[in-house]
């Protein structure tokens, strides 16, 4: 079989097959983002880079932005624009964020740009919980405030009454569930419209 050598998918595409996979919950909007890091130290990294733009280019819902790491990996910041515009919009987790020094004016971009900002000065800030979906009590219990403990880990650190945090991340299981069942049925490349 002979494949265009600018097709980004392949039968039976393992790399793809997984990036969707993890992307499911992000393309069906249950999680605002998602942040792949992908080694230099793997030769093949520049490569699996490039099909992962190539692929974001195909599904309309995403955005993605990347930067180096450290100069040890490449991190890709991969968001849903209306589910993470809906998120970060949410009165606490905006008021949240411009304590933490984010513009008073709101502008989705700008936020972005500031939280990738923090990260390529070798951070990883604790507000991306907010970015990638986690509960603003969750987040705020991780940077250790004196009245939330720890309640339990699933899928993230859980701090004070679990109900919230087990609601969302029963919303992403089931996204993901969703996706490794359209995996089985469509190609991946399918899916990015089928969704």
Not at 24 to 48: D, F, M, Q, Y
Not at 71 to 77: A, L
Not at 119 to 145: A, Q, R, S, T
Request: glycine content about 6%; overall charge positive; charged content about 30%.
């Amino acid at each position: 079989m002979i494949m265009n050598k600018d097709c980004i998918f392949q039968q039976n595409d393992i790399f793809i097959k997984w990036l969707i996979g993890i992307l499911g919950p992000v393309i069906i909007g249950s999680k605002p983002a998602e942040i792949i890091s992908l080694p230099h130290r793997e030769k093949n990294h520049k490569i699996k880079l490039q099909r992962i733009k190539n692929c974001i280019k195909k599904c309309n819902k995403l955005s993605m932005k990347f930067f180096i790491y450290k100069n040890k990996s490449t991190k890709i910041f991969i968001y849903n624009v209306k589910a993470l515009e809906l998120y970060i919009t949410d009165n606490k987790n905006l008021r949240f964020l411009e304590k933490l020094g984010y513009p008073k004016e709101y502008k989705l971009t700008i936020y972005v740009e500031y939280l990738l900002s923090k990260m390529k000065k070798g951070n990883l800030p604790h507000e991306i919980g907010i970015f990638l979906g986690y509960p603003l009590k969750d987040v705020i219990g991780f940077m250790g405030h004196p009245s939330l403990k720890l309640t339990k880990v699933s899928g993230w650190r859980i701090y004070g009454n679990p109900k919230l945090s087990d609601e969302k991340y029963k919303e992403i299981l089931t996204a993901k569930d969703k996706v490794k069942g359209l995996l089985k049925r469509f190609k991946p490349e399918e899916i990015l419209y089928v969704i």
